[in-house]
């Protein structure tokens, strides 16, 4: 009889149960076992090779990216609006150094006390470390040779093999110094993406607009002779605010033109202060040049808010037409220096024609066609449009969707584009043969990259910031406060900016970023407190024995190009939508010791996803 065919007991004898206890348990902990060591395996070859997570420490990169922040609600004008944190704790060892007291708000200026604001963590990204190759405004992790045990992260501005300068807080590159500079131009979405609030309407600092301030939206006419309006008095045409709605309707059935106009009436401190103490001598807010003021850095950051004129604006809004005639004509229009650019709107054919008039010192007013395009916008309807003219280049969305302009629509200038008197009110709608109504009115702008006050050259009787490692001259710092004084006087910051350019190129020559075939360029969009390419200081890479240039990131430094935002900060809820505290900052006392502060809570629960923040990194 064969073993296969032997009888079977009915029964297992007690020793075998044994041994089947002692086996069952030892082999489910070693495929326990098994399984967890290949799940750090994957995990490791994972982050090793493919991806990896990281938290954003610091604001260098905002709008886009989030380091540790606070959220805010303006006791102004009631918009929300996020300010950095990161200045508060030491980098290394998260202890709290001090606590922001004072922010102000990027839409109505208004100085709001924080100190009690709830503070968040910064965003985790994912960063994909198989990258073959970079491209232009891409946002990459990277080792800094200064500092290589810290990782950076920032927008790669500048390709092997290039010359980068910045003009007016635009990137321009070029290949061989015979060759003409040419502004590089960011993605139409990503551009989108990365814009940083002028003004939004549905905001209003109601208090100004009761005391010192008029709407900064108003009927208006153009007069020449009108300098203090920058050319555009307010007056009564065929538009009706309603202050309450903040709409604005149209009932322009006649063949005029008829304006509404942004005018930029952006209050000083001092104003604030003197309306909230009820000082009746006041005086009334005038219309100033839009800035590179970043609602991010708070006010009592290092560095200079509102310095530098920035004319990449983009117009938002909404637009419900109730009739037209065959004529009807909404018209989008954006100032910039010597430049005007519309688009006119039949809106009866849904027909656009973009428009640019150029006005050169000296020369003739030349008004030119550059595209003709279809924009679906005909009849009654309500529509999402939005009118850009950022990196020398026109675009148009309509709903969401981009109205492609073609390469006419993009366009180089030569030389400073300086402010006029009509950048004081840069941006209006004109309507004629309709009716209808605009809302949600929003000015946007493109982030302007500073460098054109700074000396990197090391010499003697030039002083160094030694948080920055940059180098700033004396003569050419004390030209910021006459920038900043100048912005109500268009004229006034034209000569004040063309002499302080003239004087930087003179002592310290043009401001160029020369790479290697194997260097990278990389800037922050958060430009005025990003240290990056522009500040990497002179003495730490040669003291590694590296070569490269002061400025460059080199290849080899990449790690990867950042994905997306899996997790920014979770809101709180309950107790009044702050949470309860579950751990405290820990903070310097008396004597230099670390003790728990247990007025500032570190982190905060329960809270839930913030969902509107998940998103591609673009």
Same mark, same amino acid.
């Not at 109504?437 to 500073?450: A, C, H, K, Q």
């Given at each position: 009889?064969?073993?296969?065919?032997?009888?079977?007991?009915?029964?297992?004898?007690?020793?075998?149960?044994?041994?089947?206890?002692?086996?069952?348990?030892?082999?489910?902990?070693?495929?326990?076992?098994?399984?967890?060591?290949?799940?750090?395996?994957?995990?490791?070859?994972?982050?090793?090779?493919?991806?990896?997570?990281?938290?954003?420490?610091?604001?260098?990169?905002?709008?886009?990216?989030?380091?540790?922040?606070?959220?805010?609600?303006?006791?102004?004008?009631? $918009?929300?609006?996020?300010?950095?944190?990161?200045?508060?704790?030491?980098?290394?060892?998260?202890?709290?150094?001090?606590?922001?007291?004072?922010?102000?708000?990027?839409?109505?200026?208004?100085?709001?006390?924080?100190? !009690?604001?709830?503070?968040?963590?910064?965003?985790?990204?994912?960063?994909?470390?198989?990258?073959?190759?970079?491209?232009?405004?891409?946002?990459?992790?990277?080792?800094?040779?200064?500092?290589?045990?810290?990782?950076?992260?920032?927008? $790669?501005?500048? $390709?092997?093999?290039?010359?980068?300068?910045?003009?007016?807080?635009?990137?321009?590159?070029?290949?061989?110094?015979?060759?003409?500079?040419?502004?590089?131009?960011?993605?139409?979405?990503?551009?989108?993406?990365?814009?940083?609030?002028?003004?939004? @309407?549905?905001?209003?600092?109601?208090?100004?607009?009761?005391?010192?301030?008029?709407?900064?939206?108003?009927?208006?006419?153009?007069?020449?002779?009108?300098?203090?309006?920058?050319?555009?008095?307010?007056?009564?045409?065929?538009?009706?605010?309603?202050?309450?709605?903040?709409?604005?309707?149209?009932?322009?059935?006649?063949?005029?033109?008829?304006?509404?106009?942004?005018?930029?009436?952006?209050?000083?401190?001092?104003?604030?202060?003197?309306?909230?103490?009820?000082?009746?001598?006041?005086?009334?807010?005038?219309?100033?040049?839009?800035?590179?003021?970043?609602?991010?850095?708070?006010?009592?950051?290092?560095?200079?808010?509102?310095?530098?004129?920035?004319?990449?604006?983009?117009?938002?809004?909404?637009?419900?037409?109730?009739?037209?005639?065959?004529?009807?004509?909404?018209?989008?229009?954006?100032?910039?220096?010597?430049?005007?650019?519309?688009?006119?709107?039949?809106?009866?054919?849904?027909?656009?024609?973009?428009?640019?008039?150029?006005?050169?010192?000296?020369?003739?007013?030349?008004?030119?066609?550059?595209?003709?395009?279809?924009?679906?916008?005909?009849?009654?309807?309500?529509?999402?449009?939005?009118?850009?003219?950022?990196? @020398?280049?026109?675009?148009?969305?309509?709903?969401?969707?981009?109205?492609?302009?073609?390469?006419?629509?993009?366009?180089?200038?030569?030389?400073?584009?300086?402010?006029?008197?009509?950048?004081?009110?840069?941006?209006?709608?004109?309507?004629?043969?309709?009716?209808?109504?605009?809302?949600?009115?929003?000015?946007?702008?493109?982030?302007?990259?500073?460098? @054109?006050? $700074?000396?990197?050259?090391?010499?003697?009787?030039?002083?160094? !910031?030694?948080?920055?490692?940059?180098?700033?001259?004396?003569?050419?710092?004390?030209?910021?406060?006459?920038?900043?004084?100048?912005?109500?006087?268009?004229?006034?910051?034209?000569?004040?900016?063309?002499?302080?350019?003239?004087?930087?190129?003179?002592?310290?020559?043009?401001?160029?970023?020369?790479?290697?075939?194997?260097?990278?360029?990389?800037?922050? !969009?958060?430009?005025?407190?990003?240290?990056?390419?522009?500040?990497?200081?002179?003495?730490?890479?040669?003291?590694?024995?590296?070569?490269?240039?002061?400025?460059?990131?080199?290849?080899?430094?990449?790690?990867?190009?950042?994905?997306?935002?899996?997790?920014?900060?979770?809101?709180?809820?309950?107790?009044?939508?702050?949470?309860?505290?579950?751990?405290?900052?820990?903070?310097?006392?008396?004597?230099?010791?670390?003790?728990? @502060?247990?007025?500032?809570?570190?982190?905060?629960?329960?809270?839930?996803?913030?969902?509107?923040?998940?998103?591609?990194?673009?």
């Amino acid at each position: 009889m064969t073993a296969k065919n032997r009888p079977q007991s009915s029964s297992v004898s007690e020793d075998e149960k044994k041994t089947a206890a002692r086996q069952k348990p030892q082999e489910g902990m070693r495929e326990t076992i098994e399984a967890i060591a290949i799940a750090f395996i994957l995990a490791f070859v994972f982050k090793t090779f493919e991806a990896e997570a990281f938290v954003i420490p610091t604001g260098s990169m905002a709008p886009t990216l989030y380091g540790r922040h606070k959220e805010v609600t303006c006791m102004g004008c009631h $918009l929300p609006y996020t300010i950095g944190a990161s200045q508060e704790i030491d980098q290394e060892t998260g202890i709290l150094m001090r606590r922001i007291e004072d922010s102000v708000c990027p839409n109505c200026r208004f100085p709001n006390k924080v100190k !009690d604001a709830p503070v968040f963590n910064g965003d985790r990204i994912v960063v994909n470390k198989q990258v073959r190759g970079y491209n232009r405004f891409d946002v990459v992790v990277f080792k800094n040779p200064e500092e290589p045990h810290v990782n950076y992260i920032k927008r $790669l501005v500048g $390709l092997p093999g290039e010359t980068i300068r910045i003009r007016q807080g635009d990137i321009q590159a070029r290949r061989a110094d015979s060759e003409p500079w040419k502004t590089q131009r960011k993605d139409p979405y990503r551009q989108n993406d990365i814009q940083l609030l002028v003004y939004d @309407d549905r905001f209003p600092a109601k208090e100004l607009l009761e005391t010192i301030a008029e709407e900064r939206w108003a009927p208006a006419a153009w007069n020449a002779e009108d300098s203090a309006a920058g050319g555009w008095p307010a007056t009564q045409n065929a538009w009706q605010p309603d202050r309450e709605a903040r709409t604005y309707t149209a009932d322009a059935s006649d063949d005029q033109m008829h304006w509404l106009r942004y005018r930029h009436l952006i209050p000083s401190e001092e104003q604030w202060a003197g309306v909230r103490s009820g000082y009746r001598n006041t005086p009334a807010v005038e219309p100033a040049l839009i800035t590179d003021f970043c609602g991010f850095n708070a006010d009592d950051s290092q560095y200079e808010q509102g310095l530098f004129w920035v004319n990449d604006l983009t117009l938002e809004m909404t637009v419900s037409l109730t009739s037209s005639t065959a004529d009807g004509t909404l018209i989008l229009e954006l100032e910039e220096g010597i430049r005007t650019t519309q688009c006119r709107i039949n809106t009866s054919s849904g027909q656009a024609d973009i428009v640019v008039t150029t006005r050169e010192p000296g020369l003739e007013e030349q008004t030119s066609t550059v595209a003709t395009v279809d924009t679906g916008i005909a009849g009654s309807g309500d529509y999402d449009i939005a009118f850009a003219n950022v990196d @020398d280049r026109l675009s148009l969305w309509v709903d969401g969707d981009l109205i492609p302009l073609g390469d006419v629509a993009e366009f180089q200038s030569e030389g400073m584009n300086l402010p006029t008197r009509r950048d004081l009110c840069p941006v209006g709608i004109a309507a004629k043969g309709l009716n209808g109504t605009v809302s949600s009115l929003r000015i946007r702008r493109d982030i302007y990259y500073r460098n @054109d006050i $700074l000396s990197f050259r090391p010499e003697e009787g030039i002083s160094r !910031d030694p948080q920055m490692g940059a180098y700033w001259t004396k003569e050419i710092e004390s030209g910021l406060g006459d920038l900043a004084a100048s912005v109500r006087s268009p004229e006034e910051y034209a000569r004040i900016y063309a002499d302080r350019f003239s004087q930087q190129n003179e002592e310290e020559g043009q401001f160029e970023f020369r790479l290697a075939d194997d260097e990278y360029l990389m800037f922050g !969009d958060n430009s005025p407190a990003s240290k990056d390419s522009r500040l990497f200081d002179y003495y730490s890479r040669p003291l590694r024995n590296i070569h490269s240039s002061r400025y460059a990131v080199r290849e080899q430094d990449l790690i990867g190009e950042a994905l997306c935002i899996f997790w920014p900060h979770g809101i709180p809820f309950l107790n009044g939508g702050r949470g309860f505290t579950v751990f405290n900052h820990k903070a310097y006392t008396y004597g230099n010791r670390v003790e728990v @502060d247990r007025t500032y809570p570190l982190y905060t629960a329960p809270f839930y996803p913030n969902l509107s923040r998940m998103k591609i990194i673009r």
